[in-house]
Every structure is written in C-alpha cells, then in structure tokens.
C-alpha cells in the first residue's frame, strides 16, 4: 500500500526518476538506491524494480572479479534479500565470494580501511575555503583512511548474510565492525559521527553531516535487526543506535528537516537527512529498538518534510551531489544542490515502506 501523504503515482515517479540512475556496479548510494527500488516494487505490489535489481545483480555476479576499490560499496545487504526472493544459487555464491573479499581487506582494529589513497575522496574544498599551508602538505600524501558512509555497507550485509550463510561468522564481523566505528569517528562534543580518519595521523575529521549520520544511524538498525540478540556487542549495537537517533533529535529543525551539518545553521539547508531520518525513525520502532512514544512524532515531521521536497515528478529537490571530502569544515556548506540521485531518491522510498510497516 502506499500513504496517502504519498499517492502511488508519485511513488512510482520517485523509483522511474531513480531507474534512470547510470548505475555501474558500485559506487556510493547504490546500497541505498537498490534499496529504495525493491521497496518500490514491494509499496506499489508490481515486480518491475525486483525484476530490475536482480537482473542488475546477476549480470555483476558473471564478472564479479577482478574485484575493485569500491566494491565495498556493493548493496550487499539488498542482494541477500534478492537472494531470500528468488533462491538464486549463482547469485548466492557471488555474494559470498564478495563478502569473504571485503572481509578480508586490510583493518585498523575492526574497521576495514576505506581508501589506501584517499585522494579518490579527499578534495580540495567546495566554496571559498582555503587550506593552510600544513593541510596543503597534507593533501600531498595523506595516506589510507576510513569514512563513514561505510557502515552502511559492510556491516549490515555481514549481519544480513548471517541468515543466507550461517556458519560463516558473518555476525560476529558485522557487531565488531559497526562498533569499530565509534572508536575512530565519534564526536563527543556534537554527539554525531565524523565523516573520515586518517590512519597517518591517527585523527578523525569533520562532525556533523547529516546525510552521514544517516548512512550510521541506519547500519546501526540494519545490523541490531539480524544478529542475534544475545550474542556479545548486540546489546551495544542497538545503544548505539538508540544514542545516535536521540541526538538526531537534539538537531531536527521545526519545519522537520536538518541542516547540512546538523549542527552548524551556516552550512544550509540539505534535503536527504529528512528522507534518511524518516526511514531510520520508522524502521527503528518497528523493530523495537526505538520507542513509538519518543520517535512517531519526529518521524512524521521528517516525512513531512520529504514529502514537501518532493516536486510532482517525484525528484527529490535539495540533495547535494557527491560530497567527496576536504580537510575543512566549510568545504561541506558549499556542496552543489538539486542533485536526483540515488542517496535522494532511495530514502524516499525506502522511508514510504518503514512508514507504511509502521503506520498500516
């Protein structure tokens, strides 16, 4: 069914906007772009975006290797649930072999490294900010790191894979994984997550990004969703969650959306929080993890005000393009806007199915 605050016209013109998406197979987004399709099939009770994501996906997993840096960004977690629907042994073992690659990459602690050159994301800054002479030494070789878009992809598609293979620890690697994070990222004075760390430095950079404390707050839900309850660090896992979706609160704004930086009002308006916020909200109290009482209320205004994003195509106005990153805070405040793209697209659908499981 579909909320009638979001008719099924317009939910179907969010996913044909997104179905036009250049996808490559992987880049940033696409966990939660393929995400938003399947949900799109199962809101609107027609097959083409199943049928879509699938043949996407098995079309990848007859040239899976050699394997690539950004296939961390794989949507791991979606091809289990393609895999659950369809009972695809090839696509199985595909994913499988992916996930034994990922987990196997270099670590710092649990925390598989990103980037062994992070200049494929580290840019010089968006807007008028300038980098002093030390951070331009800096962007001469600043080594290998770790980002935070990242827990929405690894962790969750172990804990997902738990289910599709259960003896392969795949739990266990995605509990210490997501919770490695919290040791290299988190702000205590803004109680959010930085976006990067820098192994050479050892220092962890730039609070704040709400479009980044979605990809958290999310892999956090996902993988406190299935693993099981009792074994060791679940229990933290879904704190967290709980921790991080309160101070969310903390920074939503009256109209329901958040600032770029949800922290810092100069750094503008940004419109994908609101759709990730939404979903993460309605997920976490169908789940149980978050309380109906505390979170209905804030997650209907970030509904709201995703819904008021919306233009009648269905593209979701306001997003920033790719973020990249920079060494400067104020790199973030000046990030292009109106961007259709699959971290806008997706969360919209993927908010209208946590909204619909919650509110009937």
Known sequence: MTDNKLNAALVAGVAERLGTHPFQGWFYGDSVGFEGL?????????????NFSHGFFRAWATRMEPFHPDDNTAPGHV????????GD????????????????????????????????????PYGDAKLTDAQ?????NPGAGIWLDCMHFDAPFF???????????WD????????????LLFDDVTGTYRHYW?????????????????????????????????????????????????KMLEYQLEDGNWHCMVHEPRSGPESSTAAFMATAFYRGIKMGILSAD??????????????????TEGNLLGVSAAVYSALVDEHYWYVPLDRIVPWGQGPVLTAVAARNAVIG
């Open 89 to 124: 042994e090839v696509l199985k073992t595909a994913v499988i072999g992916l996930a034994e690659h990922l987990r196997g990459r270099r670590k710092h602690g649990a925390v598989s490294i990103t980037f062994e050159d992070t200049l494929r994301s580290l840019r010089a």
């Open 159 to 169: 804990a997902h894979l738990s289910e599709i293979d259960p003896d392969g620890g």
């Open 136 to 140: 331009q030494e800096q962007m001469k």
């Open 294 to 311: 505390e979170f209905t209320a804030p997650a209907e205004r970030a509904f709201d005000a995703m819904v008021k994003n919306l233009d």
């Open 198 to 246: 820098l192994e050479d430095t050892n220092q962890s950079h730039i609070p704040g990004w709400g479009r980044g404390q979605g990809w958290a707050l999310l892999g956090f839900l996902d993988v406190a969703h299935y693993v099981a309850p009792e074994l060791d660090g679940a229990a933290e896992v879904r704190a967290e969650a709980v921790s991080l979706a309160r």
């Open 79 to 86: 091809m289990c649930d393609i895999i659950e629907r369809t």
């Open 38 to 50: 399947v949900a799109a099939s199962d809101i609107l009770d027609d097959p083409k975006w199943i």
């Open 172 to 183: 266990r690697s995605a509990i210490s994984e997501i919770l490695g994070y919290k040791e």
